[in-house]
């Protein structure tokens, strides 16, 4: 991830990162159950989501001291 984006994430309020990670396991959970019925894995997309949601719990960790 490029420093921009970070410092676009770390500028963003708690409020709003705590959406953006619920709707991100929101997504995970759906393309999990798509796995599961059409059979297709897209493991890169699961990687990419999850990166971003620690990187997320990360900054609001950071933000909560």
């Known amino acids: 991830m490029k420093k921009s984006a970070k410092a676009d994430l770390r500028a963003k309020s708690a409020d709003y ?3 953006q ?3 991100l396991r929101e997504t995970l ?6 796995t599961a019925l059409e059979g297709k894995a897209r ?4 990687r990419n ?3 971003q949601i620690a ?3 990360t900054l609001l960790a950071e933000k909560a001291k």
């Open 55 to 57: 990187r997320i719990e």
């Open 49 to 51: 989501a999850r990166r």
């Open 29 to 34: 959970l759906k393309a999990r159950f798509a």
């Open 21 to 23: 990670a619920t709707e």
């Open 43 to 46: 493991s890169v997309q699961y």
């Open 17 to 19: 990162l705590k959406a």
